[in-house]
């Protein structure tokens, strides 16, 4: 009897709905309580930060060292011949320049007197000579190229040394 009962329950529950009873679709409530956290010794969390910060220091002054070896250059080192020539060079250049100012200066001067004194003078002063400067441009300013050149590959040979 109870075998037709349960044949006979079956019949009426529709399949799906008996099936569908077991499937949830939100995750299961069950929870545990959380583990207690371990609680460090200060002086512990103070010897972690401070190897850290001797680490870090350590790699700054590696950079710093690293930063201060420069890759020598025989570029630099100039002889003393060619440091006085330089040294005379720049002397000549700063009289030379120190001429043309003062010269300048005595033009400009000569200039304002004549205008105080003739104002026609002084205009015609002013004037462009086109004698002092002569220029004459014949021919064209670029040469065409030339057809059929071919210029030439050189070989290029590297000679920079490399230090390390």
């Not at 930063?67 to 030379?96: C, F, G, M, R, W």
Request: hydrophobic share 35%; glycine share 4%.
């Amino acid at each position: 009897m109870s075998k037709v009962l349960l044949t006979g329950l079956f019949q009426r529950i529709p399949q799906m709905h008996f099936a569908l009873r077991y499937f949830h679709s939100s995750p299961m409530l069950n929870a545990e309580p959380l583990k207690k956290k371990k609680r460090i010794d200060p002086a512990i969390i103070r010897g972690r930060l401070e190897r850290k910060k001797k680490k870090i220091e350590k790699s700054i002054r590696l950079l710093l060292k690293q930063s201060k070896k420069l890759k020598p250059i025989e570029e630099l080192t100039v002889e003393n011949k060619v440091k006085d020539n330089i040294q005379y060079q720049a002397k000549q250049y700063n009289a030379h320049r120190n001429q043309i100012r003062v010269m300048m200066n005595s033009q400009l001067k000569a200039l304002e007197e004549l205008k105080l004194e003739s104002e026609t003078l002084y205009r015609s002063a002013l004037e462009v000579n086109p004698d002092l400067i002569p220029c004459v441009f014949d021919g064209p300013v670029s040469t065409p190229p030339i057809p059929g050149y071919e210029t030439p590959d050189g070989d290029y040979k590297e000679t920079t040394r490399k230090w390390e």
